[in-house]
């Protein structure tokens, strides 16, 4: 808004000098002549200024005047007091507002895309999922041996709800929330690394191409390498709770889910002729629903669930399951995480 201002720019207007006239019933004729000091006393010629005398409504305009130009000391209005919860006091702003719902997803980090068949598309697990009731679920370490267990180890570890705040206040101190462009590494058929945060007020994302593979590749800014490696760093400290929080109480369990997906496609033997014992299908009826291009998928829930679980451990990547038609399957087994319910949750 733009001040006004008068005379002086103080935004007070000038008081006029009062004048005297007849209608004051003061008489100009009566008034005392100018008075003089002798010229060859070295004097000089002094005026005798009459006194002005204000009438009381004037007085009373000038000292209103006065006052109110004094209280804004001549320079505008004073600014307004900052108010407290907006002065840095308590947790500050941009706090993250957890969802209410207790066991709500917080913050995933997944991959997505890359050089994979869309069976593995498909059943990829996020890398770890933060919720509202203190679980942390994560893909624990696989072991190096072929063919590869047919279990995945999906491990679960409990926090409390102050940890969840933390965890989701350092997602958004390491720029899950920003919009500037992390550039194109020059690699080919890298995944990207999606950093997802549920506050109350809905879902945030941030994803980004080769995070971990660009590493020093080249190609990118100043810039666009420091707010990369603050998603990695992010990652790392998700990946490692019990470094990150300093507590061993974290230590990790095997997830058991409620449920369980099983993606199916023909089974056909491995190139190498690793011989495989056949293991009798104990889920649902094969082959299922489509869910991607030669493979389908169906669900498993309750004790059918834990006993696909029981049979998978005892199993690998390359162990051929019989159905009851006598038809033999390859199964990649995707447990499903508490916010998903089915095969169809696995196409987003």
Same mark, same amino acid.
């Given at each position: 808004m733009t001040r006004r201002t008068d005379g002086d720019a103080t935004g007070c207007r000038q008081v006029p000098r009062h004048r005297r006239d007849a209608s004051d019933g003061w008489d100009p004729a009566g008034a005392p002549a100018a008075t003089a000091e002798p010229q060859d006393g070295g004097g000089r010629v002094l005026p005798v200024r009459p006194v002005t005398v204000l009438r009381p409504a004037g007085l009373t305009l000038a000292l209103l005047l006065l006052t109110a130009c004094a209280e804004s000391g001549g320079t505008g209005t004073a600014p307004a007091p900052v108010p407290e919860a907006e002065s840095g006091s308590g947790s500050g702003a941009g706090a993250v507002v957890l969802p209410e719902a207790e066991d709500a997803l917080v913050l995933q980090v997944e991959q997505t895309g890359g050089f994979v068949t869309p069976e593995m598309l498909a059943g990829r697990l996020p890398i770890v999922s933060v919720y509202g009731d203190g679980r942390v679920i994560t893909q624990g370490p696989v072991i190096a041996i072929? *063919?590869? *267990? /047919?279990? *995945?180890?999906?491990?679960?570890?409990?926090?409390?709800?102050?940890?969840?705040? +933390? &965890?989701?206040?350092? /997602?958004?101190?390491?720029?899950?929330?920003?919009?500037?462009? &992390?550039?194109?590494? *020059? %690699?080919?058929? =890298?995944?990207? $690394?999606?950093?997802? %945060?549920?506050?109350?007020?809905?879902?945030? $994302?941030? +994803?980004?191409?080769? %995070?971990?593979?660009? +590493?020093?590749?080249?190609?990118?800014?100043? #810039?666009? #390498? =420091?707010?990369?490696?603050?998603?990695?760093? %992010?990652? =790392?400290? &998700?990946?490692?709770? $019990?470094? $990150?929080?300093?507590?061993?109480?974290?230590?990790? /369990?095997?997830? #058991?889910?409620?449920?369980v997906a099983a993606l199916a496609r023909p089974w056909s033997a491995p190139a190498d002729d690793t011989e495989q014992p056949e293991l009798t299908w104990p889920g649902p009826e094969l082959p299922g629903e489509p869910i991607a291009p030669g493979v389908t998928c169906v669900t498993a829930t309750g004790e059918e669930a834990r006993a696909l679980a029981e049979a998978a451990r005892g199993a690998t990547t390359l162990t051929p399951w019989v159905g009851a038609d006598g038809a033999r399957w390859s199964i990649t087994f995707r447990p499903l995480l508490p916010e998903e319910s089915g095969c169809a949750d696995l196409t987003g």
């Amino acid at each position: 808004m733009t001040r006004r201002t008068d005379g002086d720019a103080t935004g007070c207007r000038q008081v006029p000098r009062h004048r005297r006239d007849a209608s004051d019933g003061w008489d100009p004729a009566g008034a005392p002549a100018a008075t003089a000091e002798p010229q060859d006393g070295g004097g000089r010629v002094l005026p005798v200024r009459p006194v002005t005398v204000l009438r009381p409504a004037g007085l009373t305009l000038a000292l209103l005047l006065l006052t109110a130009c004094a209280e804004s000391g001549g320079t505008g209005t004073a600014p307004a007091p900052v108010p407290e919860a907006e002065s840095g006091s308590g947790s500050g702003a941009g706090a993250v507002v957890l969802p209410e719902a207790e066991d709500a997803l917080v913050l995933q980090v997944e991959q997505t895309g890359g050089f994979v068949t869309p069976e593995m598309l498909a059943g990829r697990l996020p890398i770890v999922s933060v919720y509202g009731d203190g679980r942390v679920i994560t893909q624990g370490p696989v072991i190096a041996i072929y *063919p590869a *267990p /047919a279990w *995945p180890n999906v491990q679960v570890q409990q926090a409390d709800r102050s940890t969840v705040q +933390e &965890l989701a206040e350092r /997602a958004l101190a390491a720029g899950i929330d920003q919009t500037a462009d &992390l550039g194109s590494p *020059p %690699l080919a058929d =890298a995944p990207s $690394t999606r950093f997802t %945060l549920v506050t109350d007020d809905g879902p945030i $994302t941030r +994803e980004v191409y080769a %995070l971990q593979e660009a +590493e020093g590749a080249g190609g990118l800014t100043a #810039e666009q #390498e =420091a707010a990369r490696a603050q998603l990695r760093d %992010l990652l =790392a400290d &998700l990946t490692d709770l $019990t470094a $990150t929080l300093g507590d061993d109480d974290a230590a990790p /369990a095997p997830y #058991e889910p409620a449920a369980v997906a099983a993606l199916a496609r023909p089974w056909s033997a491995p190139a190498d002729d690793t011989e495989q014992p056949e293991l009798t299908w104990p889920g649902p009826e094969l082959p299922g629903e489509p869910i991607a291009p030669g493979v389908t998928c169906v669900t498993a829930t309750g004790e059918e669930a834990r006993a696909l679980a029981e049979a998978a451990r005892g199993a690998t990547t390359l162990t051929p399951w019989v159905g009851a038609d006598g038809a033999r399957w390859s199964i990649t087994f995707r447990p499903l995480l508490p916010e998903e319910s089915g095969c169809a949750d696995l196409t987003g």
